[in-house]
């Protein structure tokens, strides 16, 4: 189905900025802002790299998982769907889902050695958790797991645009596409081509004249450039006593925790 | 109405049948007053939380809508199960096949052939490999259309960086390049298997019956030759291949006496050893074989396959006559055998991969997708984005600017 992101569920449910910008009824009472919604899910998507990579995951599986909680997080509220818990169940759901099964214990394992964000010494986090989280997020996703990702579109396109030297540049870029909702936004191949076009500017190339061959939608192709600027202008430099004070915010839902 | 949601919506009735990873029931869908199946699956069993079979097949289902595919209807979790609700179907393929009573036309087996084609090159054209072809994943319906099910092997094959196990596909149906543990295999499997089923309605019997996958090689060399470097190039390269003693082709004709040089034609195509010589759905669709008379028989005209009855959960009851391989030792192989962290998610096998790949966008060594490749996932360093920055404003008019153009 690579090929065949038009004919799939995931463009028929692209958003709109208002859709990802709205807080949850619930999580606006605890006080949490939209600000702290999005420092919480920027925490989560470094953790989920973090724990991935201890876990030997591949990079492909995070990105999946980092669009399931994304996803999530439109319809449900972070007090309901404690981020601590849903981060690693998308992980674990996303491997299963990628071909490249993780087990329960050792993800749980990493889990414990690694804390989601800079507090919480009370969170402790059990297999009994993680799978009881991951059917939650099954259905919270309506069970919709097939997501398409920019990376391969990228380098067809780098290829064909003879930018093979900022590949290196695009890659990071498109790494960064998801501290952002980007991916709920645009189709995967608009991401790539907003982030070759900043690339090729960051390394004073000029991608331009390939982009307008290609006619490409200018209009969609800047509106990811913006949101990804705008994201390293806010989200640069994380202060990290502003994501624990949002975290702080949420209470603590692990079993473990309970008892 | 609206309150008539996950098992709520279902009147649960009789058993239809046990399956390797649950039970399936048949059920009233309350909502539209159809009659629905439902796949009961255990949970937690493993302590792995949802099984894996069963998700690959919500995953793809839920994708996947063709009047050849089995509708997924529905999921919903109750207590300690997942359960799947499906279209109910009356009978299956292997019943038709198996029934004595029931005489198949050339017309007949054409019209079957032509929707077991139309689902395999739909499912190839949304890049889906089934992999488990064989005559009881292909489901009756009440009006006679025949549809695919059970995609619990199935794999999306899109991207070519990615090494398959050779254990799929039960015995008789596996193409002679996975018997000989090809790992990079394409849609030529899911066409041996559908021309093993090709002749197993002609037949009237299983075709190639191996005892063990050597025996299997063995039967499939008896009947077709064995193959050789000039016919099939890379043959001698593959990961289990071994030297059989040289056998002379049975000719086709004399497999099957009684079948037109059309469907003969099209037998031989799909029975081709080099999988890249072999016919692909689509092409076989046109085939003149299915434009030529007899036209294939409508669906509603198809003879009425038995009815199942209920409880009437596997195939040793029905004909005393066909032995049916070892029914569940087939899926001993099937649980992550390429989904274990070891052959697949875990870094030693990225270095597999990538020799496996070779030419792939990007050069050698650039494994974009790899976690364990450090410089595949740099964030942005502080300089290109204080750069970034500055140049905002700039490259925000050049934009513009061409936008406008
Ligand atoms: N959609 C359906 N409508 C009616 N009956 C069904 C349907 N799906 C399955 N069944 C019945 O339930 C039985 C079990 O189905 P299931 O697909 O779980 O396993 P199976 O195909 O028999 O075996 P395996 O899991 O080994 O492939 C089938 O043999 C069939 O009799
Ligand atoms: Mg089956």
Redesign the pocket.
């Known amino acids: 189905m690579a090929a065949d992101f038009w004919a799939s569920y995931q463009s028929k449910q692209l958003l709109s900025v208002e859709e990802v910008s709205r807080v949850a009824e619930e999580d606006l009472e605890l006080g949490l802002t939209l600000q702290d919604t999005r420092l919480i899910k920027i925490a989560m998507t470094t953790y989920m790299r973090d724990l991935a990579q201890q876990a030997k995951l591949r990079q492909r599986v995070v990105a999946t998982a980092v669009c399931y909680m994304r996803r999530m997080y439109v319809s449900k509220s972070l007090c309901e769907y404690d981020p601590r818990l849903v981060a690693p169940a998308c992980l674990y759901l996303a491997s299963k889902a990628e071909e490249s099964v993780a087990q329960a214990k050792l993800l749980v394992f990493y889990a414990k050695k690694l804390k989601p964000g800079p507090e919480n010494g009370a969170y402790q986090l059990e297999v009994k958790d993680l799978l009881d989280m991951e059917l939650r997020v099954l259905e919270a996703l309506d069970f919709r797991l097939v997501v398409y990702h920019p990376y391969r579109a990228a380098v067809q396109y780098l290829n064909d645009a003879k930018l093979t030297d900022v590949m290196q540049t695009t890659w990071s870029l498109l790494n960064d596409v998801y501290r952002t909702d980007l991916p709920l936004l645009h189709p995967p191949h608009v991401v790539a081509l907003g982030c070759i076009h900043l690339a090729a500017f960051l390394k004073d190339r000029d991608a331009k004249p390939w982009l307008e061959d290609l006619k490409a939608d200018m209009h969609a192709v800047r509106a990811v450039q913006m949101e990804l600027l705008d994201h390293y202008e806010q989200y640069a430099n994380i202060d990290p006593a502003l994501t624990a004070a949002a975290m702080a915010k949420l209470p603590i839902r692990t079993r473990a925790a309970r008892t | 109405m609206s309150d008539l949601v996950g098992a709520k919506r279902y009147e649960k009735g009789r058993t239809?049948?046990?399956?390797?990873?649950?039970t399936?029931f048949e059920a009233t869908d309350k909502v539209t007053g159809r009659i629905v199946?439902i796949?009961k699956i255990r949970l937690g069993k493993y302590k792995e939380g949802v099984n894996v079979t069963a998700l690959r097949e919500i995953k793809l289902l839920k994708e996947l809508h063709d009047p050849h595919v089995?509708e997924l209807i529905d999921v919903y979790p109750k207590k300690k199960n997942l359960n799947l609700v499906?279209?109910?179907?009356t009978s299956d393929l292997e019943g038709v096949i198996k029934d004595r009573s029931t005489v198949l036309s050339p017309a007949d087996i054409k019209s079957y052939m032509q929707m077991a084609l139309k689902a395999i090159a739909f499912c190839h054209r949304k890049w889906v490999l089934h992999r488990d072809l064989k005559p009881?994943?292909f489901?009756i319906a009440t009006d006679g259309q025949m549809k695919l099910?059970?995609f619990g092997l199935a794999r999306i094959f899109g991207s070519p960086d990615r090494v398959f196990t050779h254990q799929v596909f039960a015995r008789w149906y596996r193409a002679p390049e996975l018997l000989f543990g090809s790992k990079q295999y394409g849609p030529g499997v899911d066409i041996w298997a559908l021309a093993c089923i090709f002749a197993e309605l002609i037949l009237r019997r299983p075709f190639l019956l191996g005892e063990s996958d050597m025996d299997q090689l063995g039967k499939i060399f008896a009947a077709f030759g064995t193959p050789t470097e000039a016919v099939w190039p890379g043959m001698t390269s593959l990961p289990d291949y071994i030297e059989f003693v040289p056998c002379p082709p049975t000719t086709l004709r004399q497999l099957f006496p009684n079948v037109s040089e059309d469907c003969l034609d099209i037998l031989q195509k799909m029975f081709t050893y080099d999988p890249r010589k072999r016919i692909s759905a689509e092409a076989a669709l046109s085939h003149r074989y299915f434009s030529t008379g007899p036209a294939p028989t409508k669906p509603d005209r198809l003879p009425r396959p038995p009815i199942?009855a209920s409880g009437?959960?596997d195939a040793q009851d029905r004909s005393p006559v066909v032995l049916s391989p070892a029914h569940?030792s087939r899926?001993i192989s099937f649980p992550n055998l390429d989904t274990n962290p070891q052959s697949d998610g875990g870094q030693p096998s990225t270095g597999v991969r990538r020799a496996a790949t070779g030419g792939r966008p990007g050069g050698p060594g650039f494994d974009p997708m790899s976690i364990s490749d450090e410089k595949g996932r740099p964030m942005l360093n502080s300089v290109d984005k204080s750069y970034l920055r500055k140049r905002k404003l700039m490259m925000d008019l050049a934009l513009q600017e061409s936008e406008d153009a």
């Open positions: 239809l049948g046990e399956g390797t990873y649950g399936v199946a796949k089995i499906f279209e109910f179907m009881n994943n489901l099910a059970d199942r009437d959960n569940k899926r």
